[in-house]
């Protein structure tokens, strides 16, 4: 290399340093110091390394890059920006502003070229192993001899504090496990998190060691900014393909000020002074503030060209491909538009009383084997809890080591981990990712669950065992205050559904409304599958609520109740009946998509002339107000759950026709007094 080759080198790593820097300093908030020492790094990753087009962020065979680190936000729009995506340079002057493309953390969906949100540490890495995941199913499923049609690597920066998170060490460890030699992440190890130098919490010195263990090959770079080195490390990685890579690599926090190596570098900007230090430190003019040096522009914008040239070059072997393997290429395009295959529906099964009660997490499990038959882009698993949860896939094959055509995910005991990878899955393009669990550790995914309703990503998270209906296990394992925390996350659709034809339903609208999550709560216990001649049809599923057995006049009280507590509100109909009461049952398997609902279907379904409402859900009542009101009543659950058998819980816990028919008859007076006294 040359002298002026290795100017302008300097000048377009200290370019994404002052970018970053000067982004921070006008907003006045975010995250300069990672920027600034990741800059060497980043720049031989994307000028020497990544493969991506920026005119077609969503070329299928890019390479990913994530930035888990998500906090050092401003290295990711710099690149991206300077790299020729959409995004200008007025975008970076917005930085942290309201309605910019370049918000505080990187935001998937908003801002051209981000591959996830990340922000919470170890969302990120974990996203990256779904991605490699998705990636090496696709390669199984399509690549021939001599037709390499997928053939990318994901990337990813991970910081200390990507380090300590728990995820990170779940998805480490499935993914050395699974041997996914696509993976080549980075680890900033710049020795500061927020309160100090990492040792104050950290002394876990052998990283190595520790994803060593894991079955990852570690490299090890001590100056992160020897670009020769990191790049001599990049294609070591490379080489190694059947187990993911690590590179270590030493970097200083606030690289070039005098806040370097220290966590005050983190978080804050520079300051007016420490800044202008740092620019006659590197070398680098005062004035004007997002200073691109012309060369500098043009010398990453050529990611342009090459980018066209490697998609152009792709889409010609793609066509060769096309011509040998017309109906896998058919598949291709389908997969990467998510669609569904023609007639993937039509065995779906119907459910009939006369087969006798059956589990709501049975019948999904002969939903879900009956589409997965159809729909070889659907995969997923569970967190070893496939038996109980009823998701395998039966004769659909086993995703291992070395194998990696088989459909049925195995998470280990990792929900945390299993609910980022299904995101990175969904992320990667060509896959309809499912999961499952117990409700109950919904707790432990929680954090990805939001964050695919905030990224309002379709995937499908499986819960059963979802009230103290499940019985012996005790209130460790019984679900009391999840259901109404997880409809509480925005842009979430969660479906109770009430007996096996519902649960059909539920996974229909699944499959089919592919705009955000979407979450099964299923029941352990049995319930009865309802006459679809004598109710309701399952059909109004979509509807969120229906009315399941109404009445000819209007009903004295209405009877709402979700998922296994349906049945109940049938029998205490009959008996309210038997005592000239008339009730009417309103079937509520997804109080959202109820509330999506024109305010006309609202009024039919729950009259706002009916005060006397009484909702039943084995769960915490909060949030049901919304739809009974002040005057109505909830029968649920204000304390934990308890270890007995299911029927003994929840007769125990208020949930016997007994209680239910007492509370609808208060409940009739009740309103009835009230209505007399405004009167
Ligand atoms: C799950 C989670 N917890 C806490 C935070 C707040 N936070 C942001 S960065 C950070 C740690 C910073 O240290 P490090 O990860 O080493 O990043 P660096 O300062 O070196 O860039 C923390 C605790 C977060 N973003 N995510
Ligand atoms: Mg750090």
């Given at each position: 290399m040359n002298a002026s080759q290795m100017e302008l080198q300097d000048l377009s790593i200290n370019t994404i340093r002052f970018l970053a820097a000067d982004a921070v300093e006008k907003a006045k908030s975010g995250h300069p110091g990672t920027p600034m020492g990741l800059a060497p790094l980043a720049y031989v990753l994307w000028k020497v390394f990544l493969k991506h087009n920026p005119k077609n962020p969503k070329w299928e065979d890019r390479d990913r890059f994530i930035l888990s680190a998500g906090h050092a936000s401003m290295l990711l729009y710099s690149l991206l920006y300077l790299t020729g995506y959409d995004l200008t340079l007025e975008d970076i002057k917005q930085f942290r502003q309201w309605g910019s493309r370049t918000p505080g953390h990187p935001e998937y969906g908003h801002t051209p070229g981000v591959e996830t949100t990340t922000g919470p540490l170890g969302q990120g890495f974990a996203n990256g192993v779904g991605m490699a995941m998705a990636q090496r199913y696709l390669a199984a499923y399509f690549n021939r001899e001599g037709h390499k049609i997928v053939d990318h690597y994901i990337y990813c920066i991970a910081s200390d504090g990507d380090m300590m998170e728990g995820i990170t060490s779940e998805a480490a460890s499935l993914a050395g496990d699974l041997g996914l030699g696509k993976l080549i992440y980075f680890y900033d190890n710049n020795h500061i998190t927020i309160e100090g130098p990492t040792d104050l919490a950290f002394s876990e010195e052998n990283v190595k060691k520790r994803f060593e263990a894991y079955g990852w090959q570690v490299l090890v770079g001590?100056?992160?900014?020897?670009i020769d080195t990191i790049e001599h490390l990049i294609k070591q990685a490379h080489s190694e393909e059947r187990k993911p890579s690590l590179i270590i690599v030493r970097t200083h926090i606030g690289y070039g000020s005098p806040k370097q190596d220290t966590a005050a570098a983190h978080g804050a900007m520079l300051g007016e002074e420490d800044l202008k230090l740092t620019k006659q430190k590197l070398d680098w003019p005062l004035e004007p503030s997002f200073y691109v040096p012309p060369e500098v522009l043009s010398h990453y914008r050529e990611a342009l060209k090459e980018g066209e040239e490697a998609e152009k070059e792709w889409n010609m072997r793609f066509a060769k491909y096309a011509k040998e393997f017309p109906k896998l290429a058919k598949d291709w395009h389908k997969f990467m538009a998510g669609e569904l295959s023609e007639g993937w529906d039509k065995d779906l099964p119907d459910f009939d009383p006369k087969g006798g009660p059956i589990a709501t997490r049975t019948a999904s499990g002969e939903v879900l084997n009956t589409v997965a038959a159809k729909l070889p882009n659907l995969i997923g698993g569970s967190a070893d809890l496939a038996p109980s949860t009823d998701t395998y896939l039966k004769g659909l094959g086993d995703f291992l080591k070395g194998d990696h055509k088989g459909r049925n995910l195995h998470f280990g005991v990792r929900e945390h981990a299993m609910g980022a990878i299904l995101n990175g899955m969904y992320l990667h393009g060509g896959i309809i990712p499912f999961g499952a669990t117990f409700l109950i550790f919904s707790d432990y995914m929680r954090p990805p669950i939001r964050l695919a309703a905030l990224m309002n990503i379709p995937v499908v998270f499986v819960y059963t065992h979802d009230s103290i209906g499940l019985g012996e296990d005790g209130p460790t394992h019984q679900p009391v205050e999840q259901l109404i925390a997880l409809r509480a996350i925005p842009n979430m659709t969660v479906i109770r559904p009430a007996d096996a034809n519902e649960t059909r339903e539920a996974w229909v609208y699944a499959l089919t409304n592919r705009k955000g999550p979407v979450i099964l709560v299923l029941a352990r216990q049995k319930v009865p599958v309802l006459d679809q001649k004598k109710y309701g049809s399952a059909k109004n599923l979509n509807k969120g609520a229906y009315i399941l057995s109404g009445t000819k006049n209007p009903p004295q009280v209405i009877l709402i109740a979700t998922g296994s507590e349906v049945a109940l509100a049938l029998a205490s109909q009959e008996k309210l009946a038997e005592q000239n009461v008339s009730s009417s049952v309103v079937s509520m398997p997804s109080v959202e998509l109820f509330d999506a609902q024109p305010q006309e279907y609202k009024d039919r379904i729950l009259p706002p002339s009916i005060k006397a409402r009484l909702v039943i859900e084995a769960a915490s009542p909060k949030g049901w107000r919304d739809y009974v009101g002040l005057e109505g009543d909830v029968i649920a659950i204000n304390r934990f759950g308890a270890s007995a058998p299911g029927p003994v819980a929840m007769e125990n816990l208020g949930f016997s026709v007994e209680n239910v028919v007492n509370h609808a008859l208060a409940l009739i007076k009740k309103t009835k007094e009230s209505t007399n006294t405004v009167q």
């Open positions: 001590h100056h992160g900014t020897d």
